[in-house]
């Protein structure tokens, strides 16, 4: 029963990544470490061994433990690219905003001498 | 704002090509005296901007690099609000000739958007490898869907109708690969027709684009990857 919900899950997650990509609700650049999530958590859940075996090979005592280590992981790597993102989208609003400063100064400057050579 | 509908809008991204981009100008301006151009200056970080207003361009800087899709759909926004009926993308790098434009340009006469394609037998240009074998299976995908053989659907030298304007206005995707191959396929999903003229293409003047076997297999996987979404968008909108 468990195991069947955990599939019904993953398969919810990576419908989910496929059609906020095709809907345009998520760019491939972040797309790329969620479907290898949810990939994972399909493989996962339809081969349970396939975690025990990995776990002795990996000389990992609980395989429960692996499968913490492996999530911490990749969502530290989610989280992280999504502050370098955000850094980047940050600095680029930074931009956008004093060129539209330094604009409307100039802008206004027109303005001012348009209406004085109207005058 | 409407300028005269018979003019060709030549739309030149340009990012850091001080060395080629006057030159290229200078070729597209004395090629034909239908020609505006428009440099979009994508974040350049050296003196293109300068290099092209000189040149005699209008000059659209963008305050930090937006990818060449991100340029494009600049450069179309452009066209569309200047009330252009046709526009065309040249290289700044001076890999398009400008004496093709008028042949690419002819193209639109059977069709929506016409590409400058290098591999129908027209020059020498060659590629080998993951991104030879990715371009041949991009060329064959998109044939399919634009109903038509197409040999060189990665090619930015293309031209656009009215109709192919208010298409990439509407939709033009930034990402990486998206600028070409995705918008050729929205555009062929959205019933636009494409069509394309043989060109050779040019060494680049100056610089060099190197790209390794572990690049051209990234390029091979993102192109596949962009293809695939972008045929499943397709599929979606003609069902919905």
Redesign the interface.
Same mark, same amino acid.
């Given at each position: 029963m468990i195991v069947i919900v955990g599939i019904v899950f993953a398969l919810f997650i990576l419908a989910m990544i496929?059609w906020m990509?095709?809907s345009h609700r998520l760019?491939?650049?972040y797309a790329i470490l969620w479907l290898v999530i949810g990939i994972a958590m399909l493989v996962l859940t339809v081969f349970p061994d396939l975690l025990t075996v990995l776990a002795q090979t990996l000389g990992v005592q609980l395989p429960a433990n692996l499968l913490f280590i492996g999530a911490l992981a990749l969502l530290v790597g989610v989280t992280l690219h999504q502050s370098w993102e955000l850094s980047t989208a940050e600095? =680029?609003t930074r931009?956008?905003a =004093? =060129?539209v400063a330094i604009l409307r100064a100039e802008v206004e400057a027109l303005q001012r001498a348009a209406e004085q050579g109207e005058a | 704002m409407a300028e005269d509908s018979h003019r060709v809008l030549v739309i030149v991204p340009a990012w850091n090509e001080e060395a080629n981009v006057a030159n290229t100008i200078r070729e597209i301006l004395t090629a034909d005296s239908r020609y505006d151009v428009v440099v979009v200056d994508d974040g350049s970080t050296d003196a293109t901007a300068a290099a092209a207003r000189d040149a005699g361009a209008t000059v659209l800087v963008l305050p930090f690099n937006l990818g060449v899709g991100g340029a494009m759909k600049t450069g179309y926004t452009y066209a569309q609000r200047h009330g252009y009926s046709q526009a065309i993308q040249v290289d700044a790098d001076g890999q398009h000739n400008p004496a093709n434009i008028a042949e690419v340009l002819r193209g639109l006469d059977r069709a929506d958007i016409s590409i400058g394609a290098r591999f129908a037998d027209v020059g020498d240009y060659s590629v080998r490898g993951p991104r030879r074998w990715a371009m041949l299976f991009l060329a064959g995908v998109v044939s399919r869907v634009a109903k038509t053989r197409l040999t060189d659907v990665t090619s930015g030298f293309r031209a656009a109708n009215r109709r192919a304007i208010d298409q990439y206005v509407k939709y033009y995707p930034a990402e990486y690969l998206g600028d070409t191959i995705d918008s050729l396929v929205a555009a062929a999903h959205a019933g636009l027709s494409v069509t394309q003229v043989p060109v050779a293409m040019r060494p680049r003047a100056h610089g060099n684009p190197s790209q390794g076997p572990i690049g051209s297999s990234i390029y091979l996987f993102r192109s596949v990857f962009a293809l695939g979404l972008a045929l499943m968008r397709g599929r979606r909108k003609a069902a919905s």
């Open positions: 496929v990509l095709l760019r491939e650049k600095d =680029e931009r956008v =004093e =060129e | -």
